[in-house]
Structures are given as C-alpha cells and as structure tokens.
C-alpha cells in the first residue's frame, strides 16, 4: 500500500504537467455562456481577437504564459456554467462544433441542378452568344451559364464557423448567402498567406499548394470553389478574388512592395518581369491595367466558360487606407471576413471602390442580354433596354471637359456644366450679434447624400440631340442654356445654381434638376438652348437599391437601427466603429463606392504624357458619362438648398458653410437636438435635417465652439471642411 507521501507526490507531479485545456467547442462555450465577447477576451490574455479565434476552432493552442492564464479563466467559468443542471444557462448563440477536416462537397455536375434563381432560362437553353465587351477590354459571354463539369474540390484544412457574440447574426446571414449558390461552395473570395493557407468565408481555410502565380491562377479555377452568382440574369459570374498577403506575394516571385515614380495608381509590373513573362508563357493574359495592385489574369471565353481571375496585392496598397481603414493590417481571416461582407452585399471587389461602384452599375444593369435571331433561329446578343449599351457615347460639348475631343477638335467655347458639390462659406459681415454670442457650432452631415439623390433618378440613356429656344420641361433629362441670374434668394443662404454658392451673373449650363428648382421657386426659366437625350430611364435605380441596402445592414451590424429614437441614435453612432473595425471599415468602403463610382463617370485623363485632345482609356467606356453625373451632383446640391431653407423657415436659422454634404450651424447646445425642428409630439419636422442611419438622413459630423468657427470664416477657411477635427478633409466626390 502506497504511503501518504508517495501520493502526495504522485498528485503534484499531475499539478507540474502543462495544462490541458477543455476542446475547443467548450471553450467557445464557456466564453459565450459568460457573456465574453472574442475581442474582449483577447484584450484580458493581451493577444489578438483572431488568435482567440484560433483556440476556439482548434487551429491553434496558446503557450505559456497564456496557456495557464486561460485554464484558469476557463476553470473558473466551468464552476459558473456546467454543461448540464440547473445552474447552466442558455446559451445566447449556437454552440459551434469542433473543428474538421475533410473534402468539401463536390459542385454540381450540370446546370440543370443549379437552382432556378441563379440562372436565366436562356442560358440554360442556349450557349451564351459571344461578343459582349467587359469594362476591362477582354471578351465576356453575355449570358454565361454554369460550367459543363465541376472544378475539383480544393482540400480544406479546417472548416470552422466560431459563433460568437461580437459576430452578428446579420454578417452571418451575409457569409452563408456568399456561399448559397453550389457552384461556389466557398464563396466569392480568400486571403492566401506564405504558408499556403486561403482563407476563406466564415472561418474556412484551404490549402493552397501555388508556388507561382500561374499555378495560382490554375488552382482557383480548377480547385477552389470560389466565385460569385450573377447579380442580373443577363449578367456574368463574378470571377473568383485571390487576396495576396506580402509574404504571399514574395513566396509567388512578385516583389513585396511595388517601386516606381509615377502615380501609385498606374504603377506595375514592367513586361519582362519574370512574372509577366511566365504568365504570357502559359498563355494568360492580362488586362490592360497590367501587373499592379488588382491584376485580372484570364483566357478567352472558351464556350460557355469564363476563364478569369482577380488578384489584390496587399502590399502593393490595393485596399486603398481612405476607402477600407485599417483592413490591410488586419490577419487574413479578418480581411476575408471584411471583404467577404462586402462582396456578398454590394459586389466582389475588382480594384478599388471607385472601380467596384461602377462595375457594380454594370452588373446590374448588364448591357446585352441573350435574344433569338429570327433567321438562324441562335440565341445571340441584343441590347439590354435600360442600359448603357455595349459602345461609348460623346457627350454633348457642355457636358464633357475642357480637354475632350469634342471640345478641342470642335472648337467649342460655349462653356461648360459646372455641376458640382457645394463649397461656400457666409460672409462674416452677414452673422447676427445674436448668432455670434451662440456657443457652439454644430456641424450635420447626410448619410451618403449621392446615393439618395440617385434614388429613382432618371437620365438619358441616348446621345444628345441639339435644340435651340426649347420650352423647358423637367421631366427631360439634359443640359440647358439658361439665365438664372434674376433669382434671388436670402443672402445669408448659399445660391443653389452654382458650387460656390455665388449668385449667377448671366446665362450659363445647367442640368435639369437645376434649373426645375428655380421654377419650383416661383421663377420663370427660359432656356436659350438645350442638349436633351430622348431614351431615358432610371438607370441608376439597382444600384441605390443594392447600395443603400448594403449601407443600412452594416449599419445595424454596428448597432445603429432604424428603431432608435434620435437620443438613441446619436450614442450608437458615437461608438458604432468601435464595435466591430472590420464591419466598420466595411461601412467607410459602402461610402467610398457611391463617391467614388459617382466620380468616375467623369474620370479625368491620368499621367504626364496626355495631351489635350487626346481619347484617353476611360472614354472607351460606355459608362464615361458626364451628364449622369452631374444629374446626380445637381439633385444632391437642390435638395441641401431645399433643406437649408426650410430650417430657415422653421427654426430662423441659417448655416455658417456648407461643403458637399456637410452643413455647420451655430447652436445653444453641443448637440443637434439643440436646434433640430421638432413637433410638439417631439416626432422631427418632415422637410428639414433629421437625424438617422438611412442614406438622405444626417448624423453629427463634429462640434466646435462658435469663436472657432468665426475665427477661420475670417480667415477664408471653411469651418465645414475642418468641424470633425483633426484637420479632417470631406471627400467630395473624385
């Protein structure tokens, strides 16, 4: 029989040996049954939100001293919170599982078990006819259909699908719809690191065994899973998205930063970079764009099947810091997640927002779609009534600039469209003494204020034609020669027909929202000429909806809902980044698409070497369109003015500067309940700023004190430009 000191020492060499932590579904469990979120965990045991992650699905364990810190936490918690009794409570999510390892699912064989909503009758018909041009110059089929056969299954290395607490249930309906269509099984994307590891949506992980670029580009065609439905019938897939970390990169022959003296933005590859020689070795291509930060590697369509491949080149500063804060520096789970979320509600990213906003009109509003030759009887492709079309339009010479061909080689000095956001400042001698012993300055800015002047907005879709000494009619879309220098409104309010807020000093262009509100003002217009589009339509009508969607439901992610009271409102979004800065860089990335695809409707020539007249690459778009966008710049200008002035009429006050989207206004308090318009049912007068998360809707953009404000109006600053501190910048628009 053994003696007490011999057990004694039996039971402390079991003390002295490492710790084992409980499986990783438990240890998931206990955190939530605890009420712990991830990222709070993380900042107890001083690591990462992602490497909590990572013991929780059993992709890695923690180390000494972390090891014994986190059994004890979760021994502490196993007392609280048994996993059966009385004393367990329920917990808040589901319980994930433990990690596994296996095959994933093969895709389906044949179209016909594709589901119905995926793909168009036609294409499952006919072969796609050829002939449609994508944006970036390659051939596209207008009605793609699936693949004859599936890819084979890429190896996963660990599907894990933590569910947590600082995950919300709306990014997780967001994830799984990425994956719904079985053709891509893995969704739209992945963040491919140095140790060959793709991550992927929602927690996956495959094992991606590329040494080259080439082989990369193989794999995620043939093995991946990944890729995106069409977002119109007659519209194409979205080709899969490989995002390249700098180790990444480096392990695939590339440089880990990209070095060059011109514009970061055409920065690339030379052509006989050993990389852009083997890609052209194997019989790849690449878009004109080149090698640079988002290179599109592809063959011509073979049949019905698209061969093409996105990259993003981290390093190379492809997700741009403006557009998606602080997602670049995130680990490669936390980028997949960001950019799958984005992916998944506004578009699979190809370049920059900029970029995927006005990709994102195409896709939605395709250009062909698939019609029946009446004499071979074939399906080929026809128009797409309601879109741009397939080749680029002139615009009439008031609406182009000063540097297109139209105007140089016409010789047109008419002048110009001057369509722009506001920028204007009251003059100083124009404050009150009353206004001026206010406290504060209060500065408002609306939700994505392009997007809700998008909203069923209709413009010309047909060439201009000319007309001289036509009636004025609002319903036309186009641009008018008109003397709008009789309209008088207050002074202590911007004018609403010029950016400057200047009163007009003659006749000048306008678009027709401009010059439909100075009849709405009870003045009388008559134009001298007039360039009008007779096809019309509300072009732009899916992409609000599918913007403005996107905007709202991150926005409620990060806690900011439609049923706050505006008290509510205002505390949610002091904090909202805070709650989760992946999904919050998602949001600033919405934004940053309506701006930057509103901006490149009008994309200026780029690089030393242009000469005035000149085409430059962006006019061989069809969606190089002035004219849509000043429409849009108009609306959105008319209905600042139209807000100003009814806060004019129902509070008596008026702005100290207005700049694109922002408006300062002195106030009593440091907050705008101080000085909104309410009803005595305390319910926000209709037809002034009101506060909330839908895009047309304002939010507190900063606070300053008044003698600040008057301080740079004297200066000729403009307080707007400068109210959320830090010498913040708005972006206007390009």
Same mark, same amino acid.
């Given at each position: 029989?053994?003696?007490?000191?011999?057990?004694?020492?039996?039971?402390?060499?079991?003390?002295?040996?490492?710790?084992?932590?409980?499986?990783?579904?438990?240890?998931?469990?206990?955190?939530?049954?605890?009420?712990?979120?991830?990222?709070?965990?993380?900042?107890?045991?001083?690591?990462?939100?992602?490497?909590?992650?990572?013991?929780?699905?059993?992709?890695?364990?923690?180390?000494?001293?972390?090891?014994?810190?986190?059994?004890?936490?979760?021994?502490?918690?196993?007392?609280?919170?048994? $996993?059966?009794? +009385?004393? #367990?409570?329920? !917990?808040? &999510?589901? %319980? /994930?599982? *433990?990690?596994?390892?296996?095959? @994933? =699912?093969? $895709?389906?064989? +044949?179209? #016909?078990?594709? !589901?119905? &909503?995926? %793909? /168009?009758? *036609?294409?499952?018909?006919?072969? @796609? =006819?050829?002939?449609?041009?994508?944006?970036?110059?390659?051939?596209?089929?207008? %009605? /793609?259909?699936?693949?004859?056969?599936?890819? @084979? =299954?890429?190896?996963?290395?660990?599907?894990?699908?933590?569910?947590?607490?600082?995950?919300?249930?709306?990014?997780?309906?967001?994830?799984?719809?990425?994956?719904?269509?079985?053709?891509?099984?893995h969704g739209p994307l992945a963040v491919l690191d140095g140790d060959g590891c793709a991550y992927g949506v929602d927690g996956l992980v495959l094992d991606c065994p590329a040494t080259t670029v080439v082989e990369l580009v193989e794999w995620t065609?043939?093995?991946?899973?990944?890729?995106?439905?069409?977002?119109?019938?007659?519209?194409?897939?979205?080709?899969?998205?490989?995002?390249?970390?700098?180790?990444?990169?480096?392990?695939?022959?590339?440089?880990?930063?990209?070095?060059?003296?011109?514009?970061?933005?055409?920065?690339?590859?030379?052509?006989?970079?050993?990389?852009?020689?083997?890609?052209?070795?194997?019989?790849?291509?690449?878009?004109?764009?080149?090698?640079?930060?988002?290179?599109?590697?592809?063959?011509?369509?073979?049949?019905?099947?698209?061969?093409?491949?996105?990259?993003?080149?981290?390093?190379?500063?492809?997700?741009?810091?403006?557009?998606?804060?602080?997602?670049?520096?995130?680990?490669?789970?936390?980028?997949?997640?960001?950019?799958?979320?984005?992916?998944?509600?506004?578009?699979?990213?190809?370049?920059?927002?900029?970029?995927?906003?006005?990709?994102?009109?195409?896709?939605?509003?395709?250009?062909?779609?698939?019609?029946?030759?009446?004499?071979?009887?074939?399906?080929?492709?026809?128009?797409?009534?309601?879109?741009?079309?397939?080749?680029?339009?002139?615009?009439?010479?008031?609406?182009?600039?000063?540097?297109?061909?139209?105007?140089?080689?016409?010789?047109?000095?008419?002048?110009?469209?001057?369509?722009?956001?506001?920028?204007?400042?009251?003059?100083?001698?124009?404050?009150?003494?009353?206004?001026?012993?206010?406290?504060?300055?209060?500065?408002?800015?609306?939700?994505?204020?392009?997007?809700?002047?998008?909203?069923?907005?209709?413009?010309?879709?047909?060439?201009?034609?000319?007309?001289?000494?036509?009636?004025?009619?609002?319903?036309?879309?186009?641009?008018?020669?008109?003397?709008?220098?009789?309209?008088?409104?207050?002074?202590?309010?911007?004018?609403?027909?010029?950016?400057?807020?200047?009163?007009?000093?003659?006749?000048?262009?306008?678009?027709?929202?401009?010059?439909?509100?100075?009849?709405?003002?009870?003045?009388?217009?008559?134009?001298?000429?007039?360039?009008?589009?007779?096809?019309?339509?509300?072009?732009?009508?899916?992409?609000?909806?599918?913007?403005?969607?996107?905007?709202?439901?991150?926005?409620?992610?990060?806690?900011?809902?439609?049923?706050?009271?505006?008290?509510?409102?205002?505390?949610?979004?002091?904090?909202?980044?805070?709650?989760?800065?992946?999904?919050?860089?998602?949001?600033?990335?919405?934004?940053?698409?309506?701006?930057?695809?509103?901006?490149?409707?009008?994309?200026?020539?780029?690089?030393?070497?242009?000469?005035?007249?000149?085409?430059?690459?962006?006019?061989?778009?069809?969606?190089?369109?002035?004219?849509?966008?000043?429409?849009?710049?108009?609306?959105?200008?008319?209905?600042?003015?139209?807000?100003?002035?009814?806060?004019?009429?129902?509070?008596?006050?008026?702005?100290?500067?207005?700049?694109?989207?922002?408006?300062?206004?002195?106030?009593?308090?440091?907050?705008?309940?101080?000085?909104?318009?309410?009803?005595?049912?305390?319910?926000?007068?209709?037809?002034?700023?009101?506060?909330?998360?839908?895009?047309?809707?304002?939010?507190?953009?900063?606070?300053?004190?008044?003698?600040?404000?008057?301080?740079?109006?004297?200066?000729?600053?403009?307080?707007?430009?400068?109210?959320?501190?830090?010498?913040?910048?708005?972006?206007?628009?390009?």
């Open positions: 029989m053994a003696s007490e000191e011999e057990l004694f020492a039996s039971v402390d060499a079991l003390l002295n040996e490492e710790p084992h932590l409980p499986p990783p579904a438990e240890r998931a469990r206990l955190r939530e049954a605890a009420g712990i979120t991830q990222a709070r965990l993380a900042t107890a045991l001083k690591t990462t939100t992602q490497s909590v992650k990572n013991w929780e699905n059993g992709r890695s364990e923690p180390k000494s001293p972390r090891l014994d810190a986190y059994q004890r936490l979760l021994n502490g918690w196993a007392a609280k919170y048994p $996993a059966s009794g +009385a004393l #367990a409570p329920a !917990p808040s &999510a589901p %319980v /994930p599982q *433990a990690p596994t390892v296996h095959t @994933a =699912p093969p $895709a389906p064989q +044949a179209a #016909a078990t594709t !589901p119905a &909503a995926s %793909v /168009p009758p *036609a294409a499952s018909r006919q072969p @796609a =006819p050829e002939g449609a041009r994508t944006s970036g110059g390659e051939a596209a089929d207008a %009605v /793609p259909a699936p693949p004859a056969s599936a890819p @084979a =299954p890429a190896r996963e290395r660990t599907v894990a699908s933590p569910a947590s607490p600082a995950r919300r249930p709306a990014v997780k309906r967001a994830a799984q719809a990425a994956v719904a269509d079985p053709r891509f099984p065609l043939r093995e991946s899973g990944l890729g995106a439905p069409r977002l119109n019938r007659n519209g194409k897939d979205s080709d899969p998205l490989i995002v390249l970390t700098a180790s990444a990169a480096v392990k695939l022959g590339l440089p880990e930063r990209l070095e060059g003296h011109e514009q970061r933005r055409s920065l690339r590859l030379p052509e006989d970079h050993p990389v852009v020689k083997e890609v052209a070795k194997a019989k790849w291509r690449l878009t004109q764009r080149g090698f640079g930060p988002w290179p599109r590697i592809y063959r011509k369509v073979q049949g019905r099947e698209r061969q093409c491949v996105q990259l993003a080149i981290l390093s190379w500063d492809a997700l741009d810091e403006r557009a998606w804060p602080g997602v670049a520096e995130r680990e490669p789970a936390e980028i997949a997640r960001a950019l799958t979320v984005y992916a998944t509600r506004v578009i699979t990213p190809r370049g920059s927002t900029a970029v995927s906003g006005l990709e994102l009109m195409t896709a939605l509003r395709p250009p062909t779609r698939a019609v029946r030759d009446e004499a071979s009887g074939n399906w080929v492709a026809g128009h797409n009534p309601g879109s741009l079309g397939t080749e680029p339009m002139d615009p009439a010479p008031p609406e182009a600039t000063p540097e297109h061909p139209v105007v140089v080689a016409g010789g047109w000095t008419g002048g110009f469209l001057d369509e722009e956001a506001y920028q204007w400042v009251r003059p100083v001698d124009l404050l009150s003494d009353e206004e001026c012993t206010l406290p504060y300055a209060v500065g408002l800015d609306l939700n994505t204020a392009f997007l809700a002047a998008a909203a069923r907005l209709v413009v010309g879709l047909s060439a201009p034609d000319h007309f001289r000494g036509p009636a004025f009619n609002p319903k036309i879309p186009g641009s008018w020669l008109v003397d709008l220098s009789h309209v008088e409104v207050d002074p202590r309010l911007p004018s609403p027909f010029t950016p400057s807020g200047e009163r007009p000093t003659g006749p000048a262009w306008y678009q027709t929202h401009t010059v439909a509100y100075a009849q709405e003002l009870g003045f009388n217009v008559r134009p001298v000429e007039a360039y009008l589009r007779r096809e019309t339509g509300a072009y732009l009508d899916p992409w609000h909806d599918r913007l403005r969607t996107a905007y709202v439901d991150t926005l409620a992610d990060l806690g900011v809902t439609k049923d706050l009271d505006d008290r509510e409102f205002l505390a949610a979004m002091e904090r909202h980044k805070e709650v989760d800065p992946a999904l919050a860089a998602v949001l600033a990335a919405v934004k940053a698409t309506v701006k930057g695809g509103i901006g490149k409707l009008r994309e200026r020539p780029q690089g030393r070497r242009y000469q005035q007249g000149e085409r430059w690459p962006a006019l061989q778009r069809p969606t190089w369109r002035p004219d849509i966008r000043a429409a849009v710049i108009s609306k959105a200008r008319v209905n600042m003015h139209r807000k100003l002035t009814n806060m004019a009429k129902m509070t008596g006050l008026y702005p100290l500067a207005v700049l694109s989207d922002c408006v300062v206004y002195p106030s009593p308090g440091a907050s705008p309940l101080d000085f909104l318009p309410y009803a005595a049912s305390g319910k926000p007068q209709p037809g002034a700023f009101r506060l909330g998360p839908t895009p047309g809707l304002a939010k507190l953009e900063g606070v300053q004190s008044m003698l600040w404000a008057v301080d740079l109006m004297e200066q000729g600053y403009n307080p707007a430009r400068h109210i959320k501190g830090g010498d913040a910048v708005l972006d206007e628009g390009e």
